[in-house]
Nanobody, 123 residues
Framework: QVQLVESGGGLVQAGGSLRLSCAAS????????MGWYRQAPGKQRELVAA???????NYADSVKGRFTISRDSAKNTVYLQMNSLKPEDTAVYYC?????????????????WGQGTQVTVSS
């Protein structure tokens, strides 16, 4: 079984910073990509940032220049450094991993999600 455990959410004033972490653990053969999504009340879940097993990154236009995604492959952990936070960044942030899991019958590709962490930015 594979688990994604997120941490680092909280309440911050506009202009402040937060750093989210997400650690993947369990029967992991390899990780193709990891990323962060967010969902605000009444809105669809959207991609915030993603990073591949190499160094390729992808950001939502709304966070470019403010957020930075990074990855520690040795620890199967992804980070999201969020600076210059705005009230519109308020949402539940979810970690996602596209990975190969080791099962009794072989290795299979799965898409896993964390439980979500609340980020609230006050004006």
């Amino acid at each position: 079984q594979v688990q994604l455990v997120e941490s680092g959410g909280g309440l911050v004033q506009a202009g402040g910073s937060l750093r989210l972490s997400c650690a993947a653990s369990g029967s992991i053969f390899s990780i193709n990509a990891m990323g962060w999504y967010r969902q605000a009340p009444g809105k669809q879940r959207e991609l915030v940032a993603a990073i591949t097993s190499g160094t390729d990154t992808n950001y939502a236009d709304s966070v470019k220049g403010r957020f930075t995604i990074s990855r520690d492959s040795a620890k199967n952990t992804v980070y999201l450094q969020m600076n210059s936070l705005k009230p519109e960044d308020t949402a539940v942030y979810y970690c996602n991993a596209d990975l190969i899991a080791t099962m009794p019958t072989g290795e299979y590709e799965y898409d896993y999600w964390g439980q979500g962490t609340q980020v609230t930015v006050s004006s």
